[in-house]
């Protein structure tokens, strides 16, 4: 089992940026992958980014790339989602996920 705890949402301005943190516990080892997704009201949970635990691949939504950044520090066993030139769109839920387990979700909310 796997457990993940999200931080670092808010209310920010459109053009503004965010840090979210996915601190992450349990069964580590059995984590090769680590997504965030997001869902806004009315809507469906979409995928944001994803990497692989050991750092060798990321991937990105269209919607998000050149803004958002994946990283991780694998000494705090936490995963980052850096967030800049944020959007009114890219208000939402951000959940992170691995497998099966998900965290609890952080509000991101972008004024405009």
């Known amino acids: 089992q796997v457990q993940l705890v999200e931080s670092g949402g808010g209310l920010v301005q459109a053009g503004g940026s965010l840090r979210l943190s996915c601190a992450v516990s349990g069964r580590t080892r059995s984590t090769y992958y680590i997504r965030w997704l997001r869902q806004a009201p009315g809507k469906e949970r979409e995928f944001v980014a994803a990497?692989?635990?050991?750092?060798?691949?990321?991937s990105y939504a269209d919607s998000v790339k050149g803004r958002f950044t994946i990283s991780r520090d694998n000494t705090k066993n936490t995963v980052y989602l850096q967030m800049n030139s944020l959007k009114p769109e890219d208000t939402a839920v951000y959940y992170c996920?691995?497998?099966?387990?998900w965290g609890q979700g952080t509000q991101v909310t972008v004024s405009s």
């Open positions: 990497m692989s635990w050991s750092g060798a691949g990321t």
């Open positions: 996920n691995t497998a099966s387990n």
